[in-house]
């Protein structure tokens, strides 16, 4: 368990740059009570749609997905808790984690005794709110800090939580941005957690900054993005469009990716998909601090897209993972926690990550005995400065000795030691003079 250090004054939300653009869309959308379902989640969506043209589609309550149902909708107007006396001791407008998500409406008066099963603090950090849900239990409970718990006197206490459950709607956002071919691309995050930054407004802001990124220039792939609550919400969408899996071609779940720490990638269920490959990849050439870790069944909607009836090429990436960072889950997860500079690293990250898998081709070498003579083509000895013409000349000698119909430019890239744009630029260059060929992918 790891403290991320936070710096000692928020940033700065600044226009101009993508990391302060971002970091004042997570500053908007940071007082917002989300939850699986209800208003919170809506305006979340709402605001989305500002920057991108999202789709929102509103599924009724009691839909069933596979094993599961589309719960009651949660909304929630305050809540409190006072002392006999009438002093406020636990107000849900100085904090929205003060309520347990999904807690049922609630109006009395208890004893200490009484109200303590339906208290959560944490005793580690007394300053800190936790962050509880009670999604599909029927429960209430208020969350506070250790220390303000420890005050409450014996006596009475008034409660109130003036929240709804009832018939109504699960949101999901999505926007499609599509590309030459149908196979797609599926990006997704979770949009569920009330005023928490890392986790998980941070996916949010990279995920709509990324697709107003890829909308921007003709994509080789379809591009989907997805904003919904997390499991249940990835659950239904996998629901209404099981015919369209089929396409995904690739796929990442975005999840904690503004704090400073480094990135994290889980590979998909399958170990060695396209994604896994490309993001080893481009994280071993960034000289950025990773980790690659193998595929579990926990985190976040990687576990539902890579079930085994669905199995799909889906890896998630973070930055430090969920559970591993001391604010996880908790009031402290807030803007501190997260640097404009860190989401920009990590769209910059998935950018270069979707520019190689669109770029990741495979061809078929036209001149394949012996080496062809790169020179009278004016291919060799012409590229760039010394060192960097050294790396180029390699590369039109592996894309031509790889070119075999069965290796990839990302083959090509891992087997030489070179990075993916240098074999990149060799393949345009032999293709250029007509020594390669490109196959369907
Ligand atoms: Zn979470």
Redesign the pocket.
Same mark, same amino acid.
């Given at each position: 368990m790891t403290t991320v250090v936070p710096a000692t004054e928020p940033p700065v939300a600044r226009a101009g740059d993508p990391g302060g653009e971002m970091y004042a869309l997570m500053t908007r959308l940071y007082p917002i009570c989300r939850s699986i379902t209800g208003d919170g989640l809506r305006e979340t969506l709402r605001i989305i749609a500002e920057y991108i043209p999202l789709t929102i589609r509103e599924v009724p309550t009691g839909t069933q997905v596979f094993d599961w149902q589309v719960p009651r909708e949660w909304n929630i107007a305050g809540a409190y808790i006072k002392t006999a006396s009438g002093e406020t001791v636990v107000d849900f407008r100085d904090s929205n984690l003060h309520v347990m998500s999904y807690s049922r409406p609630v109006r009395g008066r208890f004893s200490l005794e009484e109200l303590r099963p339906h208290l959560f603090s944490l005793p580690d950090h007394p300053d800190w709110i936790p =962050?509880r849900t009670t999604y599909y239990t029927d429960a209430w409970g208020f969350c506070l800090q250790h220390a303000r718990l420890a005050a409450l006197a014996e006596g009475e206490y008034e409660v109130c939580i003036d929240a709804s459950l009832g018939d109504g709607h699960l949101s999901l956002g999505e926007v499609v941005i599509p590309g030459r071919r149908g196979e797609e691309v599926l990006i997704s995050t &979770?949009a569920c &957690?009330p005023s928490?930054c890392n986790?998980?407004l941070s996916g949010i802001v990279v995920a709509t900054f990324l697709a107003r990124h890829l909308a921007v220039a003709p994509r080789e792939y379809t591009y989907r993005v997805l904003f919904v609550p997390?499991m249940i919400g990835a659950l239904t969408w996998l629901a209404l469009n099981e015919d369209r899996l089929p396409k995904i071609r690739a796929g990442l779940v975005l999840?904690c990716v503004g704090d400073p720490g480094g990135f994290t990638y889980k590979r998909s269920r399958r170990g060695d998909a396209e994604i896994d490959r490309v993001m080893s990849h481009v994280l071993r050439t960034s000289g950025r601090t990773h980790r690659i870790v193998e595929f579990s069944p926990d985190g =976040?909607d990687e576990r539902q897209y890579n079930s085994p009836g669905f199995d799909l090429p889906v890896g998630a990436l973070s930055r430090t993972p &969920?559970g591993q960072f001391a604010e996880? &889950?908790t009031s402290a997860d807030d803007l501190t926690l997260v640097r404009p500079e860190s989401l920009a690293e990590s769209l910059d990250l998935v950018r270069d990550v979707l520019d190689v898998l669109e770029a990741n081709r495979t061809y078929q070498n036209l001149s394949p005995k012996g080496e062809p003579r790169l020179g009278a083509r004016g291919l060799y000895r012409s590229m760039g400065g010394r060192v960097e013409r050294a790396a180029n000349e390699l590369a039109l000698l592996w894309v031509l000795n790889l070119s075999d119909g069965r290796h990839s430019l990302l083959d090509v890239a891992e087997r030489s030691g070179l990075t993916f744009p240098v074999v990149k630029s060799a393949a345009d260059a032999l293709a250029g003079v007509g020594l390669l060929r490109e196959l369907e992918r």
């Open positions: =962050y &979770h &957690h928490m986790d998980n997390g999840a =976040y &969920h996880y &889950h």
